[in-house]
């Protein structure tokens, strides 16, 4: 039986339906804009952009930031599977808080998260005041590639647990208990059975950790860390030449590429739905036993240091401005102002990977992977290129909509469609298509059988890719900055603008809030994945 | 109504655009970001840019918006308000505060008589593994350009390799560089002098004060805060009175006391905590000059720092 969930695919696919198709390309076309854009920009190059990009030291800076995304990968991996697992299949105590917790990292921006690890372990950090009488005088160094490293994987694992989280809750257990039944003990039925099954779901969420790695321009810069995106910087803040920085940043969609081929060898074409008739019971509770105490230690050290640590951080410049006199900054417009564009985003960028998955999963066809992976194209590339694309595009032929909250939305749908595609089409590998034949034969219509029977079974992933757009979205800040409309404020920009300038009293007060409505939101949404 | 894209924080100045609409009448919509990304909007925007006023934290960004022709020519009774070195000599765009570039240093292990009376004095191997500096930041480039200017390629080029055999820290910008030097991370930051204010008044216990550079020595650069009016503006008339209105006795009054930045107009006194504009003594320098970004940019690659 276990065999049977790898099988390969021998079936006819069927054609899609033109709306299907004609939806997801438009996602695709959104999707590759900024693409287009860079394109156009790069056509003006000469040949000292070329030159320029072809340089030693760029080429080692690129180099330097793939060996990072792959490090904080595989970092990211080993720190996420325990919690998802943990915190849906064992009687882990409090389990439910820790699935929240385990989650929440991703709403620090990693402008505050960078702060908050060279606090804790910088060269005077308070980890260095705790050791210091021990007679230790010097930490190891932790700027440049160890604090990138560290920075990014304490605040981009919960990627891979959400997606993991989602696939084993939708884990049929018939298939783990036979082969327990077959002698496997736990241990070999994990690694055999469990995890085989679970490829789908833990590529898609490294996909989206590495692509957020080679992306991210907060934490790197803040941690001394010369990165590819640093370098991109360089040339819009400094030459203003967005020619350079286009050449530059096609050189990083290149590498998106790559990242995009490896993920689809590394999850391969198999098939990880149902062979039998009937349906997937819940799983069973896994006792830990003495375990337990291992298990704790290890979700608090997790939690500890991407959570407590950044909280910690930002509560403390709390508390050193208010006794300094600083007036408490309660901004509930731009809370208000928050949530409803990252909701919105949220519920745009799940729908709009509906399409996109069924193309890629029920379909098969090159038309369909390749609409798949264009969504992605946006998510590796610096918010401030995607940003600066729509603006080029709507100030010029869209003026009616520029600097509105839909054309805003729209930016967020490129950066931000790829988190919820990668969940969905997780998901989906683990609907049987049967049941959607049976459907069928019943006599409705595709857009019924969607509707009606694969969306709700899919319902946990759909909203685990939603709560993932949320989260980001809330914290996204160089889209919101070039594209709100004028006087938009957000959280986001309140925490920049105060921490730019050395405000960090200020940050506080929008950063307490923003993870509050975090965590408020997922206890709401972790509480709804289980009901289907 | 006027439309303003702010390079400078809401923190900083969005109680001054207030005060503006209180004063006139004149409702503002502001946009507040990164002075670059706010002069790579304008320029990305072009022609079909929604902005009247370009408010920037630098003259560099003011300069490149002026040099694609998005810049109208200010009038005369506002660039009259400030001197020459403080405006573009085409008279595009025009400083409305000052700041000036400092070292600042941790005061539990130094004293002012510490500090070297050159910026050049920090090439000097003592200073191995003891200073930081923003490379990435434009104030910083800026300071580099007039260094090019002011001494020569050469010199320049001698200046960024001294620093950098003392292996410097690198900071994403100049308040990650303070806090640094507050937490005796490292012992001196290039900087400008106004971060460190605001850090006292957040804490006044911050281990950390100012050493400016006298005698026209490239590290005393005093850089201005500016504002331009786009040749696109719809509301331009609404838009002069704004730059007028920051040029006025009320938000110089407001630079000095809440910025702590040097107020630019005749008559106006800095924070008695601040030397004199005078007792800096800047060296000779248009700011206008500053805009050949691109060479500082180059020898900084050069060099390996960027």
């Given at each position: ?532 | ?84 070195r ?14 000036a570039r400092v070292v600042a240093y ?6 002012e008589?510490?500090m070297p009376d050159s910026i050049f004095g920090f090439t000097d191997?003592?200073w ?12 910083f480039?800026s300071f580099v350009t007039a260094l090019r200017i002011i001494e020569g390629?050469?010199r320049a080029?001698e200046w960024l390799?001294g620093i ?24 001196v930051?290039f900087i400008n002098h ?16 100012n050493h400016f550079m006298t005698d026209g020595d490239p590290g005393a650069l005093v850089n ?51 030397p004199?504009l005078g007792e800096i003594g800047s060296p000779e320098l ?21």
């Open positions: 039986m276990a065999t049977l969930t790898t099988r390969r695919s021998a079936s006819r696919v069927p054609a899609p339906p033109a709306w299907l198709t004609g939806a997801g390309a438009l996602v695709a076309l959104l999707g590759l804009l900024p693409i287009a854009y860079l394109l156009i920009l790069a056509a003006g190059s000469d040949e000292s952009a070329i030159a320029l990009a072809l340089r030693d030291r760029t080429l080692g800076v690129l180099a330097r930031t793939l060996v990072l995304a792959a490090t904080v990968t595989t970092a990211s991996v080993l720190v996420a599977l325990p919690l998802a697992w943990l915190t849906t299949r064992s009687d882990l105590p409090g389990r439910r808080w820790w699935g929240v917790l385990s989650v929440l990292p991703l709403v620090v921006p990693s402008y505050v998260g960078g702060y908050a690890v060279v606090a804790a372990f910088g060269p005077r950090g308070t980890l260095q005041s705790l050791l210091e009488p021990l007679g230790i005088t010097r930490l190891p160094e932790l700027y440049g590639f160890p604090g990138a490293a560290l920075a990014l994987t304490l605040f981009s694992f919960p990627y891979i647990v959400l997606s993991v989280r989602g696939a084993l809750l939708r884990l049929d257990p018939a298939y783990e208990e036979v082969s327990r039944s077959l002698g496997r003990g736990p241990w070999r039925t994990f690694w055999t059975v469990t995890i085989p099954q679970l490829r789908p779901a833990i590529a898609a969420g490294a996909l989206l950790v590495a692509l957020y790695s080679l992306a991210d321009f907060g934490a790197v810069s803040l941690l001394q860390f010369d990165s590819f995106t640093r370098a991109i910087y360089v040339q819009y803040r400094a030459s203003f030449d967005p020619t350079l920085a286009a050449v530059l940043a096609l050189m990083l969609v290149t590498c998106t590429g790559g990242v995009l081929l490896a993920e689809s060898r590394l999850r391969g074409r198999a098939r990880y739905d149902r062979a039998g008739a009937g349906a997937a019971r819940p799983p069973a509770t896994v006792s830990l036993g003495a375990w337990r105490w291992l298990a704790l230690a290890f979700c608090s050290v997790v939690v500890g240091l991407s959570v407590v640590m950044p909280v910690g951080t930002i509560a403390f410049w709390l508390i050193r401005g208010v006794s300094a006199g600083e007036p408490l900054n309660l901004v509930w417009d731009a809370t208000l102002n928050s949530v409803l564009a990252s909701a919105l985003a949220a519920v745009l960028a799940v729908l709009a990977s509906i399409p996109v998955a069924v193309l890629a999963v029920r379909h098969r066809n090159w038309v369909g992977v390749l609409i798949e992976r264009a969504t992605y194209a946006g998510f590796a590339l610096p918010g401030i290129v995607i940003g600066l694309a729509f603006v080029f595009v709507a100030a010029r032929f869209l003026p009616a909509i520029y600097q509105t909250l839909p054309l805003l939305l729209l930016a967020y749908l490129v950066r931000f469609a790829p988190e919820a595609v990668g969940v969905t089409r997780a998901s989906l590998l683990q609907v049987s298509p049967r049941i959607e034949e049976v459907a069928r034969t019943l006599g409705r219509r595709p857009g019924a059988v969607l509707r009606e029977v694969t969306l709700p079974i899919i319902r946990p992933g759909l909203i685990a890719g939603g709560a993932l757009v949320f989260l980001t979205a809330m914290k996204e800040l160089p889209t919101t900055i070039l594209l709100a409309p004028t006087g938009f404020d957000t959280l986001a920009v309140r925490i920049w603008s105060a921490t730019s300038e050395g405000f960090f009293a200020r940050a506080a007060a929008p950063a307490l809030l923003m993870v509050i409505v975090a965590a408020f939101s997922l206890t709401v949404v972790l509480r709804r994945e289980r009901d289907r | 109504m006027v439309t303003v894209y702010s390079g400078r924080s809401e923190e900083l100045v969005g109680p001054l655009l207030e005060d503006f609409t209180e004063a006139t009448g004149i409702e503002v919509e502001a946009r507040y970001g990164d002075t670059a990304e706010m002069a790579n909007l304008i320029l990305t925007e072009g022609e079909n840019s929604p902005a009247d006023v370009f408010f920037a934290q630098d003259a560099g960004a003011l300069g490149a918006v002026a040099q694609e022709g998005l810049l109208a020519p200010l009038p005369e009774e506002i660039l009259g308000a400030v001197e020459d403080f405006k573009s000599p085409s008279g595009e765009w025009v400083g409305v505060s000052g700041r941790n005061t539990e292990t130094l004293a008589e510490d191997p003592e191995s593994g003891r200073i930081g500096w923003a490379p990435t930041n434009g104030s480039q390629e050469d080029r390799e950098q055999a003392n292996e410097p820290n690198v900071y994403d910008g100049n308040s990650a560089a303070l806090e640094a030097v507050a937490s005796g991370e490292i012992d930051a106004y971060y460190l204010f605001q850090r006292l008044a957040e804490d006044p216990d911050t281990a950390a004060a201005v805060a500016g504002a331009g009016i786009l040749n696109t503006a719809e509301n331009d008339e609404a838009a002069r009175e704004l730059v007028a209105f920051l040029l006025g006795e009320e938000a110089q009054t407001y630079f000095a006391t809440e910025t702590y930045e040097y107020p630019l107009i005749d008559g106006m006194e800095a924070d008695p905590a601040l004199s248009d700011l206008s000059e500053l805009s050949d970004l691109e060479g500082t940019l180059e020898l900084l690659q050069e060099v390996g720092i960027l």
